[in-house]
């Protein structure tokens, strides 16, 4: 499983014209979801997430965490962040994980977070989406669960 982190003053999912998901300060989330996973990875992922202490203190040093803040999160799945481009110029995408697997998984991350995060919005799953944001620093990280 991976995770593409933004932090973000703000940041929004369109889909058909419409604002289907909105947050202010916080975490974009591009969730791509591996062939291989499961809740258990799932679980791991979302703790190593709201753990993460990326947001500046006091004496402007990275060490806040999303709830130390109040910090928002927007989750959009991508299953593209498991894109093969190792041969040839046109990506595979053999690694990522079926659909309706991805999609269980997608909403059990959704559920995870919004135990601890008063504010989860998040896209449509299979949508053509359009993705909107501030990056705040820019500050981008990847989690990937192999590493973690």
Known sequence: MKFLVQRVSKAAVTVDSEIIGNIGKGFLVF????????YEIADKMVRKLLNLRIFQDDAGKTN????SVNGELLII???TLY???????????INAGSP???NELYEYIIEKCKETVP???HGEFGADMKVSLINDGPFTIMLDSSEI
Do not use: K, Y
């Open 31 to 38: 969730v791509g979801v591996n062939q291989d996973d499961n």
């Open 64 to 67: 806040l965490n999303l709830t």
């Open 77 to 79: 799945s991508q299953f």
């Open 83 to 93: 894109a093969d481009c190792r041969h040839g110029n046109r990506p595979s995408f």
């Open 100 to 102: 309706d697997m991805a």
């Open 119 to 121: 504010n989860v919005a």
